[in-house]
């Protein structure tokens, strides 16, 4: 199945949400803010988050380089990095399901 290939709006914004209060609440000096902090990081909500995040970069980066033509680059390179797309996309679709029988993704 075709995934759209986005961070959930409402999730990031609660992640954001969630961690800019803890960081507020570390340059007021309150006890324990450090490791409420070092909790969330802990969190499934926030890895989830987290990994979604960093294959969409790398999603992202790669179509860039397959859109880019500047470069001499051989078809077997530009396959390989097609590879690594559809991998990555592939993972991003398991990583979303896992996400979702949790109960934190609604679309």
Known sequence: PEV???INKDIEK???GNVK???KAIA???PDARKALTAY???PEYKYYNQIRRIL???NKLESRLKD???NVTPSQRLKWQKQIDDKKQELVELRKAYESIG???E
């Open 4 to 6: 759209a290939y986005y």
């Open 28 to 30: 007021r000096k309150e």
């Open 14 to 16: 609660k992640v954001k």
């Open 69 to 71: 033509d500047s470069k």
């Open 21 to 23: 209060e803890l960081q």
């Open 41 to 43: 990081r802990k969190t």
């Open 57 to 59: 970069k790398r999603i």
């Open 104 to 106: 934190e993704i609604k």
